[in-house]
């Protein structure tokens, strides 16, 4: 075979892993699809039983039929929920599998890696169910056994949609995914996993798991309220709570007045917090039957057949803190990223450091993502997960008593403030016979910084990095780094950023900043020793800008100018109108904000080498961006397709080409692309999330 004949391995890993991550999702779908049926599977079981009963004892139970007619309940909730779930993935991709029936190819780490997440009452000794749950939103792994083996398609051989030979591209509806047809047969063991969720949800979201709440979350709330007495609204300290389940402890946190993130692994756990989060409008608005599984340690029938409310109360009206958010995927590959270090202010740790493959990397990674002196607060057993897991020999499970725990904690520079025994449950019936009760361990550490054998300090002082030096700095761009341009054009006083709140933070009056305190560009050109950039439109003012901090002159531009226009796009009005998008808030486009700065180099000097201006610009840093934002959000916001926003691509692309070209004229100038988009913006309450919804997915 020629090279140019030879497969794609890498491409056919990765639609084979997107493919087998479809599938998993589809799984754990099809576990709550199913749910119904488990339950009345039991029943019939249940009648099976009574049925077998000598006519004497049934006499006796003749109240026993009656009961199971009351276990047949229909589970509205469950189809509400998955009619208002957003599959993240293409749903017909994991038809490639079936044309892939050997999977030793498939990477490794593809193919194994399980999350335990469930605790509750069983007839284990533990007291917690713990079981395999191979779902995760990024770098979503499942074992084979349970891809291959476990799960079968209810009907795999029509109904799939039809694959273009030319493509590969299946053509779905999608919603089919609902479909019957398009459901797994899963193993009893998946939908155990949505009885589990049901406990989770009467622990995190209903009134009667307000007890376990009491015993877990309120020492956790009461320490950080007392850690952190002074919480400002402006600049409110931020909080991590991985493992967040759904999502109870991390709200509560927000409204504490913390800007508070969840980071949840398991798709089970996120498409429940999701609806609840983002689409209940009343309290007790869904009801769930959350013991009628087992009839085991009933006081009675009642008691077991009891109907459970839920939520307790209106998420959307809780008073959380702007910035609560819930960010999906594995906690080791989400925070191991180099922009989580140093980034929290606390990390809440609950019912979830024993969920490790490798305790020790979870505590060094709490370590690195918080800031020194920063604070870990950690409640919860030590019932690892993966210690009974019997899978492939490279399967890790590191257990490690709470002393060694401890240990590794001081190893990686925490200090110990506070540690006590808090005695509680995990998803218990409340009023059953049985209840498994942990002696969990709850502490408070302070981070004090690394000074062990892990990262030994240098021997020798380590050489300061050698600065830029630039004479000026050029700016081109929207909101993220307006500096007071918009609120100079016509329709100005009527935007937001000319009121209040904005530059509340930074001299108590308006800025003509979108923020309420500093942008990137205002700590770059302080970094550089520089002024910040005036705005290009205060060269047409006849007196003084009142946005202008008091003190300064009206118009300085010997260190730069800032051309960036709040709400401007990349590519001019008229082209987007071509494209049917409407540019609503300025028609000063990125290409206007270039015209602008060669009319300005223009009117400044006749004879470019011989003038003042020409030797700035030979020693100035000039920045582009972020730009192109508003372009794909305003069409997105106007109802256009991602194929529509797609064909904006290199036309954008284009027009930020334009701007490097002015380093075929000014060959000494340094050019920065900046995309500050999901960096650190400062304070910038627009880009902040709008809603719950907006802060899941």
Same mark, same amino acid.
């Given at each position: 075979?020629?090279?140019?004949?030879?497969?794609?391995?890498?491409?056919?890993?990765?639609?084979?892993?997107?493919?087998?991550?479809?599938?998993?999702?589809?799984?754990?779908?099809?576990?709550?699809?199913?749910?119904?049926?488990?339950?009345?599977?039991?029943?019939?079981?249940?009648?099976?039983?009574?049925?077998?009963?000598?006519?004497?004892?049934?006499?006796?139970?003749?109240?026993?039929?009656?009961?199971?007619?009351?276990?047949?309940?229909?589970?509205?909730?469950?189809?509400?929920?998955?009619?208002?779930?957003?599959?993240?993935?293409?749903?017909?991709?994991?038809?490639?599998?079936?044309?892939?029936?050997?999977?030793?190819?498939?990477?490794?780490?593809?193919?194994?890696?399980?999350?335990?997440?469930?605790?509750?009452?069983?007839?284990?000794?533990?007291?917690?169910?713990?079981?395999?749950?191979?779902?995760?939103?990024?770098?979503?792994?499942?074992?084979?056994?349970?891809?291959?083996?476990?799960?079968?398609?209810?009907?795999?051989?029509?109904?799939?949609?039809?694959?273009?030979?030319?493509?590969?591209?299946?053509?779905?509806?999608?919603?089919?995914?609902?479909?019957?047809?398009?459901?797994?047969?899963?193993?009893?063991?998946?939908?155990?996993?949505?009885?589990?969720?049901?406990?989770?949800?009467?622990?995190?979201?209903?009134?009667?798991?307000?007890?376990?709440?009491?015993?877990?979350?309120?020492?956790?709330?009461?320490?950080?309220?007392?850690?952190?007495?002074?919480?400002?609204?402006?600049?409110?300290?931020?909080?991590?709570?991985?493992?967040?389940?759904?999502?109870?402890?991390?709200?509560?946190?927000?409204?504490?007045?913390?800007?508070?993130?969840?980071?949840?692994?398991?798709?089970?756990?996120?498409?429940?917090?999701?609806?609840?989060?983002?689409?209940?409008?009343?309290?007790?608005?869904?009801?769930?039957?959350?013991?009628?599984?087992?009839?085991?340690?009933? &006081? $009675?029938?009642? *008691?077991?057949?009891? +109907?459970?409310?839920?939520?307790?109360? #209106?998420?959307?009206?809780?008073? @959380?803190? /702007?910035?609560?958010?819930?960010?999906?995927?594995?906690?080791?590959?989400?925070?191991?990223?180099?922009?989580?270090?140093?980034?929290?202010?606390?990390?809440?740790?609950?019912?979830?450091?024993?969920?490790?493959?490798?305790?020790?990397?979870?505590?060094?990674?709490?370590?690195?993502?918080?800031?020194?002196?920063?604070?870990?607060?950690?409640?919860?057993?030590?019932?690892?997960?993966?210690?009974?897991?019997?899978?492939?020999?490279?399967?890790?499970?590191?257990? &490690? $008593?709470?002393? *060694?725990?401890?240990? +590794?904690?001081?190893?990686?520079?925490? #200090?110990?403030?506070?540690?006590? @025994?808090? /005695?509680?449950?995990?998803?218990?019936?409340?009023?059953?016979?049985?209840?498994?009760?942990?002696?969990?361990?709850?502490?408070?550490?302070?981070?004090?910084?690394?000074?062990?054998?892990?990262?030994?300090?240098?021997?020798?002082?380590?050489?300061?990095?050698?600065?830029?030096?630039?004479?000026?700095?050029?700016?081109?761009?929207?909101?993220?780094?307006?500096?007071?341009?918009?609120?100079?054009?016509?329709?100005?006083?009527?935007?937001?950023?000319?009121?209040?709140?904005?530059?509340?933070?930074?001299?108590?009056?308006?800025?003509?900043?979108?923020?309420?305190?500093?942008?990137?560009?205002?700590?770059?050109?302080?970094?550089?020793?520089?002024?910040?950039?005036?705005?290009?439109?205060?060269?047409?003012?006849?007196?003084?800008?009142?946005?202008?901090?008091?003190?300064?002159?009206?118009?300085?531009?010997?260190?730069?100018?800032?051309?960036?226009?709040?709400?401007?796009?990349?590519?001019?009005?008229?082209?987007?109108?071509?494209?049917?998008?409407?540019?609503?808030?300025?028609?000063?486009?990125?290409?206007?904000?270039?015209?602008?700065?060669?009319?300005?180099?223009?009117?400044?000097?006749?004879?470019?080498?011989?003038?003042?201006?020409?030797?700035?610009?030979?020693?100035?840093?000039?920045?582009?961006?972020?730009?192109?934002?508003?372009?794909?959000?305003?069409?997105?916001?106007?109802?256009?397709?991602?194929?529509?926003?797609?064909?904006?691509?290199?036309?954008?692309?284009?027009?930020?080409?334009?701007?490097?070209?002015?380093?075929?004229?000014?060959?000494?100038?340094?050019?920065?692309?900046?995309?500050?988009?999901?960096?650190?913006?400062?304070?910038?309450?627009?880009?902040?999330?709008?809603?719950?919804?907006?802060?899941?997915?």
């Amino acid at each position: 075979m020629s090279n140019e004949e030879q497969p794609d391995n890498k491409h056919t890993h990765t639609k084979l892993e997107e493919a087998m991550e479809v599938k998993s999702l589809r799984r754990i779908i099809s576990a709550y699809l199913n749910y119904s049926d488990a339950a009345e599977e039991d029943v019939k079981r249940y009648e099976r039983s009574y049925r077998s009963l000598p006519t004497a004892h049934k006499a006796i139970l003749s109240h026993y039929p009656f009961k199971c007619q009351q276990l047949r309940r229909k589970f509205i909730f469950i189809q509400n929920m998955l009619e208002a779930f957003d599959p993240p993935l293409d749903m017909s991709q994991d038809i490639v599998i079936y044309e892939h029936e050997e999977l030793e190819n498939v990477p490794k780490n593809c193919l194994s890696g399980e999350r335990n997440f469930c605790s509750g009452q069983s007839a284990s000794t533990s007291g917690r169910t713990c079981f395999s749950e191979g779902d995760q939103t990024k770098g979503y792994k499942e074992s084979q056994s349970s891809a291959s083996n476990d799960v079968e398609a209810v009907n795999n051989q029509a109904g799939l949609g039809s694959i273009s030979e030319s493509k590969g591209n299946v053509n779905l509806d999608p919603r089919d995914w609902l479909d019957p047809k398009f459901q797994l047969k899963v193993p009893l063991v998946d939908v155990d996993k949505v009885r589990c969720i049901i406990r989770n949800i009467v622990r995190d979201w209903a009134s009667e798991g307000g007890k376990e709440r009491d015993q877990c979350y309120t020492p956790i709330l009461e320490e950080l309220d007392r850690l952190f007495p002074n919480r400002s609204k402006d600049s409110p300290p931020c909080c991590l709570v991985p493992g967040a389940g759904l999502g109870r402890l991390t709200l509560e946190i927000s409204c504490l007045g913390f800007i508070s993130q969840g980071n949840e692994f398991s798709y089970y756990m996120m498409i429940c917090s999701m609806f609840i989060l983002n689409h209940t409008e009343t309290v007790g608005e869904w009801t769930v039957h959350p013991w009628i599984h087992s009839n085991c340690n009933s &006081l $009675s029938d009642n *008691d077991q057949l009891r +109907v459970v409310s839920f939520p307790d109360i #209106h998420p959307a009206s809780a008073g @959380i803190t /702007e910035g609560f958010s819930m960010c999906g995927g594995d906690f080791v590959e989400v925070y191991s990223d180099s922009n989580q270090e140093g980034a929290w202010d606390a990390v809440v740790t609950c019912f979830f450091l024993d969920t490790a493959h490798n305790i020790v990397e979870y505590i060094e990674i709490i370590s690195r993502i918080l800031k020194d002196g920063g604070v870990w607060i950690n409640l919860g057993p030590l019932l690892y997960h993966f210690a009974d897991a019997y899978g492939t020999e490279d399967e890790m499970s590191i257990e &490690l $008593s709470l002393e *060694d725990v401890m240990k +590794v904690a001081f190893d990686y520079g925490f #200090h110990l403030e506070h540690e006590k @025994i808090v /005695e509680t449950t995990y998803t218990a019936n409340p009023q059953a016979m049985m209840q498994n009760r942990y002696n969990a361990a709850f502490w408070t550490m302070t981070k004090k910084g690394m000074q062990s054998r892990t990262q030994p300090r240098p021997l020798r002082p380590q050489p300061e990095p050698q600065r830029c030096k630039y004479d000026g700095i050029f700016q081109f761009g929207d909101s993220i780094s307006d500096t007071g341009n918009q609120i100079l054009e016509p329709a100005g006083p009527r935007s937001p950023c000319a009121h209040n709140p904005y530059g509340q933070k930074l001299i108590g009056e308006p800025t003509g900043r979108c923020s309420n305190g500093r942008l990137m560009i205002d700590f770059i050109a302080q970094a550089l020793g520089l002024p910040t950039p005036k705005p290009y439109l205060e060269l047409g003012l006849p007196t003084p800008n009142p946005y202008l901090e008091p003190g300064e002159p009206a118009v300085s531009f010997n260190h730069g100018v800032n051309f960036a226009v709040a709400g401007s796009t990349s590519l001019n009005t008229s082209v987007l109108l071509q494209n049917g998008i409407l540019s609503p808030v300025t028609n000063s486009s990125l290409l206007v904000q270039l015209d602008w700065f060669l009319a300005h180099y223009q009117n400044l000097c006749e004879t470019a080498k011989n003038c003042e201006t020409y030797n700035i610009l030979k020693g100035s840093l000039f920045m582009v961006g972020e730009t192109g934002g508003n372009d794909y959000n305003y069409a997105f916001l106007q109802g256009k397709s991602i194929e529509d926003a797609t064909a904006l691509v290199p036309l954008v692309v284009n027009n930020i080409r334009d701007v490097a070209k002015l380093r075929l004229e000014y060959p000494n100038v340094a050019i920065v692309y900046a995309d500050y988009y999901q960096a650190s913006n400062g304070f910038l309450p627009m880009l902040h999330n709008l809603d719950l919804k907006q802060s899941l997915f």
